[in-house]
C-alpha cells in the first residue's frame, strides 16, 4: 500500500512537472490552477487504474497450476464510477495442482481454494466438492474421515470452481483423506 501512495505521488510530480514544462514552452500562458489541477486529476486517474487493474495484475502473477474461479466484483457509494463498471475486490483462485482424492471415493476432491482480496493478506480454505452431486462442504476432521459427516451445500450458479476441480485428469490420487 506504501508503494502505491509514493507511485501515486510520483504520477503527481510528474504531471505538475509537465504542467510546468509546457507552461515556460508557451510563455506562461497557462492559468496558475493548472498545475495543481493536473496532478489531482493525475492522482485520481492513477488510482483508478491502480484499483482496476489489480485483479488481473494479481492473476497474472499466479503460478502454474492457480487458476482464478471466481472474480468478486464490488460497488462503493465513496467511489461513483464503480456503479458504472463494478470493481474486482476478490478473487477466488484453485491450487489445481494440489486437488486430492481418495480411492475408495475418486467423485470426492479435496481441494485448496485461496482468496487474493485487495489490500489483505491470501487466506486458504480447504473445501471438500462433490462432483457427482454439485456439492461443496467446508474441511474438518469429521469431514475428513468420513465424507458423509461434512455439512455439504449446493453449489448454485454458474459453478466454476467444481467445473474446474472436477475435469478429469486433474487430480492426484492419495490413500490418505
Given at each position: 500500500?506504501?508503494?502505491?501512495?509514493?507511485?501515486?505521488?510520483?504520477?503527481?510530480?510528474?504531471?505538475?512537472?509537465?504542467?510546468?514544462?509546457?507552461?515556460?514552452?508557451?510563455?506562461g500562458r497557462l492559468p496558475k490552477w493548472a498545475m495543481p489541477v493536473a496532478a489531482g486529476l493525475t492522482m485520481i486517474g492513477?488510482?483508478?487504474?491502480?484499483?482496476?487493474?489489480?485483479?488481473?495484475?494479481?492473476?497474472?502473477d499466479l503460478p502454474p497450476g492457480m487458476v482464478v474461479v471466481e472474480r468478486?466484483?464490488?460497488?462503493?457509494?465513496?467511489?461513483?464510477?464503480?456503479y458504472l463498471k463494478p470493481q474486482v475486490t476478490a478473487l477466488?483462485?484453485?491450487?489445481?495442482?494440489g486437488i486430492k482424492t481418495r480411492p475408495d471415493m475418486t467423485e470426492i476432491k479435496l481441494v485448496d481454494l485461496y482468496?487474493?482480496?485487495r489490500w489483505r493478506q491470501p487466506a486458504m480454505v480447504p473445501q471438500l466438492?462433490?462432483?457427482a452431486n454439485r456439492q461443496r462442504a467446508d474441511v474438518s476432521?469429521?469431514?475428513?474421515?468420513?465424507?458423509?459427516?461434512?455439512?455439504w451445500r449446493e453449489v448454485t450458479g454458474s459453478g466454476t470452481?467444481?467445473?474446474t476441480a472436477c475435469a478429469d485428469g486433474q487430480q492426484d490420487e492419495t490413500d490418505g483423506g
Open positions: 500500500m506504501f508503494l502505491e501512495l509514493i507511485a501515486t505521488f510520483t504520477a503527481a510530480v510528474g504531471a505538475a512537472g509537465l504542467v510546468l514544462l509546457i507552461n515556460k514552452l508557451t510563455g492513477y488510482t483508478i487504474w491502480s484499483e482496476y487493474s489489480w485483479a488481473d495484475r494479481t492473476a497474472a468478486i466484483e464490488q460497488r462503493a457509494i465513496w467511489k461513483p464510477w464503480t477466488a483462485v484453485l491450487d489445481r495442482a482468496v487474493f482480496a466438492l462433490d462432483c476432521d469429521a469431514a475428513l474421515t468420513d465424507p458423509a459427516a461434512a455439512d470452481l467444481l467445473e
